[in-house]
């Protein structure tokens, strides 16, 4: 009986035919799943340098931005106590922790449960273990209830911005770019995807939205295609199926202006939407009001911000702080990255970065 059981299980793994893995199709791969260099850097490093000097952002990677002027302003000294509020691919931690010199500990705060456990993993091999950093899942909106266990801080930074990971990866639904299920959410565990959130909203909650989040030149003509599509019962599902709404609803648009108009709309439209469904304002709105408790006497704090919405709530935060007394310094004015930067990475263009020093 057992040789039997044997010879089944020997038939069924000689039947099972062996998966090779994706390669690259040609010299210019275009599936996220084929770049399969580009997601392993610690491996092909000349690949991923390459791909950077291109101005490009290798898949599966995130390139951080201003780094160095965050630096500057943070005056990390070692034995200091910080808190990096957006983890993210690891970047600035990884910089922060550098100025540290193994002494003092930094925090690190990511409500992104697929990309934080790849991230603590990078920055483990990289020597940084639990007794310089920890890492904790969590939002960030949530800053008071770690700053009770582990605060107050010394520095602390934030970049509002979606992760070039989350952004290039298909599954994740994040761009217009590429097919694949419209979700668009950064924790996928929590909430409602971005497609089912379209069934929820009314005509007038979706234009107004569109307009709020985004700015939206078009968003009556884009809101109309939308429901005209669900009335038909033709849900928008994949990232394809907007795309191709906001083509349509810009067909009256002249013939050389459609293609430059799609793309923006495209660009505010996905950006409207995840707004909306990560709550980004209120949760933003949140952590700006938990701050000045959680920063320590002359603790330092550096947001970057990606569109105006939130660069106008953390201006008016920092204002009205500094007004009560609880800042003595605030940024007069926001600081860009450079022009060599945004060259090298065309995703730093839109950033803003403004800071605040908290009173003793």
């Not at 010199?101 to 603590?120: Q, S």
């Not at 926001?334 to 945004?342: D, N, T």
């Amino acid at each position: 009986m057992n040789h039997e059981i044997e010879q089944n299980e020997q038939q069924t793994v000689a039947e099972k035919p062996h998966k090779r893995r994706v390669r690259y199709k040609g010299t210019h791969p275009t599936k996220f799943s084929e770049k399969y260099k580009e997601l392993n850097p610690e491996k092909y490093a000349d690949t991923i340098q390459k791909v950077i000097r291109k101005g490009s952002t290798p898949a599966g990677m995130h390139i951080s931005i201003m780094v160095q002027e965050i630096l500057d302003f943070l005056q990390i000294q070692p034995g200091q106590k910080g808190l990096d509020a957006t983890l993210g691919y690891g970047g600035h931690s990884a910089k922060m922790l550098e100025q540290l010199h193994g002494e003092g500990h930094l925090y690190a705060l990511d409500v992104d449960p697929i990309e934080i456990v790849k991230t603590k993993e990078r920055l483990h091999q990289k020597g940084y273990g639990e007794d310089i950093l920890t890492v904790i899942q969590t939002n960030f909106a949530n800053i008071d209830e770690v700053a009770r266990e582990y605060g107050p801080f010394d520095f602390m930074m934030a970049d509002l911005g979606v992760s070039s990971m989350q952004i290039d990866n298909p599954e994740r639904g994040f761009s217009y770019k590429v097919d694949g299920p419209l979700d668009l959410r950064l924790n996928p565990q929590k909430g409602v995807s971005a497609a089912q959130r379209l069934t929820e909203l009314t005509k007038e909650e979706l234009e107004g939205m569109l307009i709020e989040n985004s700015d939206e030149p078009y968003a009556r003509e884009i809101t109309r295609v939308i429901f005209s599509h669900m009335r038909k019962g033709q849900n928008i599902e994949t990232t394809k199926d907007l795309y191709h709404c906001i083509e349509e609803a810009l067909q009256f648009l002249p013939a050389n202006e459609q293609k430059e108009a799609i793309k923006k709309s495209s660009q505010r439209t996905f950006q409207a939407l995840r707004i909306d469904v990560n709550s980004e304002f209120e949760v933003l709105e949140a952590f700006l009001e938990k701050l000045p408790e959680v920063l320590a006497p002359n603790g330092r704090v550096a947001i970057l911000t990606f569109h105006s919405g939130e660069d106008r709530l953390v201006k008016k935060a920092f204002k009205r702080f500094k007004k009560e007394g609880l800042f003595s310094e605030i940024a007069s004015d926001v600081i860009r990255p450079s022009a060599r930067e945004c060259n090298e990475n065309p995703r730093a263009r839109s950033t803003k970065m403004r800071w605040a020093i908290r009173a003793e």
